[in-house]
């Protein structure tokens, strides 16, 4: 069973007093029922679980009135073998956006507070099938990716203390002794290959072939095509699926990474296709990184709308837009060009985006200056450049010395951990997950 850090999210909420309901987002494939379903099993008595799109007829339960007796009265009958009792039950509510009557349903079971309830779905985003009256302010969100880097070593079966000791070299800003290091990079390598969807990792561990990988890969991102087919409206789906279909090539193909509607078809514009990307990212398809035109604080204050770059939300699914000797190249580190700095790019939008990150990048056609990410923490703006090789920083340290407010950025290297003295700290890639 591969261990996922939402774990310790689900107990912290279990724990708090007069909850809320608590929705789990995210795309499809993540591993949200998994994670519900042990969370269940080790934490109470009986659990209740219905997936609307499994068993559709469940809706009826819903179809009246939305008390919590009546409601608990249609589970009993509908479930007789289970014991639904306060306190010791959960009841799961999973692909919740198929039943709108379910997620308006939310409300009077937290008002009622006898029984605890999560509910999960992907698609909660768009407004395919939305609740009349939707839970404002009777649920709390959480949001749940696939593995980041950290979750994929334990995976392979490294303990949480070498993770952990990994994380006080970061703290010290002190190189990692060099076995350690190149060790690292091979994981990394490894996870940038496979990705972070929970099959495909399980697949990985199970079989260690990267051919059944791949073809696990690729049926996850023949769902999600599946996915724009059925749940987007009629005029959005061809240009949906033509925008997904061309983020490889946005991103592994070319050397500018801003994502350009002329690689969806000659002569494209945002006119005609910027409603197809907004419906990619509320579908939690995509995550987008915007420009912003200065970089100080608040940063979404300076972003635009109109200059953005586009990423995956996980790495199984760019990937597998790619030939299958993509996948040797980088376990074998002999990627080239642009493919290797767009990859590696690619990767640490992945790390900050699962790290919660907005992202955001700069860049300045008439000083020629630019910055691949820029992030927000704790009310600082940090700078942050991603090399394929070691070479210098100079954007990242101009902007350090001419800011004010920006003390120092990060510069993610195929290389080992190191401070200047003009506030570059420099990263082994795999790092971004520590952060």
């Not at 407004?127 to 696939?146: H, I, T």
Request: net charge negative; charged share 25%; with cysteine.
């Amino acid at each position: 069973m591969l261990k996922r850090k939402i774990f310790k999210q689900l107990n912290h909420w279990a724990e708090t007093k007069n909850r809320k309901c608590l929705i789990v987002q995210g795309a499809r494939q993540t591993g949200k029922t998994f994670a519900i379903e042990r969370f269940g099993e080790e934490q109470y008595e009986e659990v209740v679980e219905i997936n609307f799109k499994e068993t559709p007829s469940a809706a009826e339960v819903f179809s009246g009135d939305l008390t919590v007796d009546h409601m608990v009265m249609g589970l009993r009958f509908r479930f007789p073998e289970k014991k639904i009792t306060p306190e010791h039950t959960l009841i799961f509510l999973d692909e919740i956006q198929e039943c709108p009557e379910a997620l308006t349903s939310l409300k009077f079971w937290a008002l009622d507070n006898r029984f605890d309830v999560i509910a999960s779905g992907s698609l909660l985003g768009i407004d395919y099938n939305r609740a009349s009256s939707y839970p404002v302010g009777y649920v709390n969100y959480l949001r749940m990716y696939g593995l980041d880097f950290e979750e994929f070593l334990w995976g392979l079966g490294l303990s949480e203390d070498i993770t952990r000791s990994l994380k006080t070299y970061l703290e010290a800003k002190e190189p990692i002794p060099s076995s350690i290091h190149n060790q690292m990079m091979n994981y990394f390598r490894l996870f940038t290959a496979i990705g972070g969807m929970p099959e495909a990792v399980q697949t990985y561990i199970d079989t260690n072939d990267f051919r059944a990988v791949d073809t696990v890969q690729r049926n996850l991102l023949q769902g999600y095509q599946y996915d724009i087919a059925h749940y987007a409206a009629a005029e959005e789906k061809l240009k949906a699926e033509k925008c997904y279909l061309t983020l490889a090539k946005q991103l592994l193909d070319k050397e500018n990474h801003k994502f350009q509607y002329k690689e969806i078809e000659h002569g494209a514009r945002a006119q005609k296709y910027y409603s197809s990307i907004d419906w990619l990212l509320r579908a939690d398809m995509v995550h987008m990184c915007r420009l912003v035109t200065d970089v100080k604080y608040d940063l979404s204050d300076y972003a635009r709308d109109d200059f953005f770059r586009i990423y995956t939300t996980d790495m199984s699914l760019l990937i597998s837009m790619k030939d299958f000797s993509l996948k040797q190249h980088i376990v074998e580190n002999t990627l080239t060009g642009n493919t290797k700095g767009g990859l590696y790019e690619c990767a640490i939008a992945d790390a900050l985006h699962k790290n919660g990150c907005s992202l955001y990048f700069y860049k300045n056609e008439t000083t020629k200056k630019e910055l691949d990410f820029i992030i927000e923490r704790d009310g600082n703006v940090i700078p942050i450049e991603v090399k394929s090789g070691n070479t210098r920083a100079n954007s990242m340290k101009t902007i350090i010395k001419n800011k004010e407010g920006i003390t120092f950025g990060y510069k993610f290297v195929d290389g080992n951990i190191g401070i200047s003295s003009d506030g570059i700290i420099t990263l082994p890639l795999y790092m971004a997950a520590f952060l």
